[in-house]
């Protein structure tokens, strides 16, 4: 069942419930009502008999029959019997009264001193009147049939305005439930319009803020962010496609040529080190992308021991230097600086990447391919800063440099896969770490990264 009947039916049944208990209670309320007015004007009706019948002396019981015979005032079907101490009948209008009255009854009357009984269709009322003389049992009755017909008259009135809104309910909960999720219903359509092919759509949030809005904008977010990844993807496979492709075809191409002919030995040696340039620097994409699974998937398996922070530099410079002989670091190591503040809780592995990585970067993107870092002790905790002077970074382009496979606009020629930043990033964070970059178009990149010492 979709969700605009399911809100029509259970606005429709509580408004029904509602309605229904409403014109039940009318109703039980109009009926206690009429029969407390009815019983209220023949007990007043009784009141006046007997008041005539024992207070007035020219009044006897032949004389009262007759002005009640001739009020027009009288009840429908009413019936009013009087009796004394000994239950003799003092009077009755009319002579023949229709009410059963037993001895039992007359008792009863006598000690609770009023009773309300029903027989048939006669409502009834027993109550002790006291006069000069002595108490008397007045015990009377009559038919509301005025009072029934109103009632009657009401209750068809219910039935007939219960149905008829009923019906008027079932048409405005349907309207109600479609007005309520139209914006919902302008929201699927305008998913549904949004494919692989056209992520730059948006959907509409409206000048409001309600619930409705704020999951448009929500939507919306979350379209920005997969954008954002299908453009990635898209720059990553052409980049790293790229990549590929150009040490695959050199080496084709040398194999090729060293097959056209017979070559010396040295022409040979020549070929195959140059393949095998080829084919490390395959591996080490290739390992790129393993190491960028890895610090992404695996953070709660890496197992952090106390290393010392230095030693992470320098393996890694000299890592840096084995395939990158062009390159050059320079390390600053503050004079303040003791073993204890050196020490932090981290895994060598990742963390020498870490190292690696930036420092490739800031050589990478030097003019004179040289990085420079500075080690320098915080409160709890060790600063390495990374500094060249390079080309600098796009302002733009900061916001998505630790996205994975991303690459500035103004990189140029210059080999890369925009992994690195994202390994480091997802290392840092691993080590409970911060990153922060800087830079300068034309004057270069400044890196900061602040990681926890091992007394914390």
């Known amino acids: 069942m979709q969700i605009r009947q399911r809100l029509s039916n259970q606005f429709i049944f509580i408004v029904f419930i509602i309605l229904l208990l409403f014109s039940i209670a009318i109703y039980i309320l109009s009926a206690n009502y009429r029969k407390t007015i009815f019983y209220e004007r023949i007990e007043s009706k009784a009141q006046n008999v007997a008041n005539l019948l024992l207070e007035v002396d020219e009044i006897d019981a032949g004389l009262l029959r007759k002005i009640e015979n001739a009020n027009p005032i009288t009840l429908p079907n009413e019936n009013i019997i009087i009796f004394n101490y000994l239950n003799d009948t003092l009077f009755s209008s009319p002579d023949n009264v229709a009410l059963q009255i037993d001895q039992t ?11 309300k009984f029903n027989q048939g269709e006669y409502e009834n009322i027993g109550f002790l009147f006291t006069s000069r003389y ?5 015990i009377a009755g009559a038919i509301d049939v005025f009072g029934k017909q109103r009632l009657l008259y009401l209750r068809n009135v219910l039935i007939i305005a219960f149905s008829t809104f009923l019906i008027v309910l079932i048409f405005v909960g349907n309207l109600y439930a479609r007005q309520a999720l139209r914006p919902i219903s302008n929201v699927i359509k305008q998913v549904k319009n949004i494919s692989a092919s056209s992520m730059n759509l948006r959907l509409n949030e409206g000048n409001s803020n309600d619930e409705i809005a704020q999951l448009s904008s929500t939507f919306n977010q979350m379209l920005h962010r997969l954008e954002t990844a299908f453009s990635i993807q898209k720059n990553f496979i052409a980049n790293a496609s790229h990549e590929m492709r150009t040490p695959l075809t050199s080496i084709t191409g040398q194999l090729e040529v060293l097959l056209l002919q017979n070559r010396s030995t040295e022409e040979y040696k020549k070929t195959i080190i140059s393949v095998l340039e080829d084919i490390k620097l395959m591996n080490r994409t290739s390992d790129r992308l393993l190491m960028l699974a890895q610090a992404s998937s695996e953070v709660t398996q890496s197992t952090l021991l106390p290393v010392r922070i230095d030693d992470i530099i320098w393996k890694a410079r000299s890592e840096l230097l084995k395939y990158n002989p062009e390159y050059n670091s320079i390390v600053v190591l503050d004079e303040s ?6 020490v932090i809780a981290g895994n060598e592995i990742l963390l020498t990447t870490a190292v690696v990585n930036l420092m490739e970067n800031s050589c990478k993107y030097s003019e004179n391919k040289e990085a420079h870092l500075e080690l320098k002790p915080l409160q709890n905790k060790i600063q390495l800063l990374f500094t060249d002077s390079g080309i600098g970074i796009i302002k733009s382009d900061l916001k998505n440099l630790t996205q994975p496979f991303y690459r500035g606009k103004n990189i140029g020629n210059r080999k890369g896969h925009g992994i690195g930043l994202s390994i480091v990033e997802s290392i840092i964070k691993i080590h409970s770490g911060e990153m922060t970059i800087t830079s300068e178009l034309g004057k270069g990149t400044q890196i900061k990264v602040l990681l926890p010492l091992a007394i914390n």
């Open 105 to 115: 009854l007359i008792d009863n009357i006598r000690l609770e001193g009023e009773i």
């Open 134 to 138: 002595d108490r008397f049992v007045v």
């Open 337 to 342: 600086l003791d073993a204890t503040q050196m």
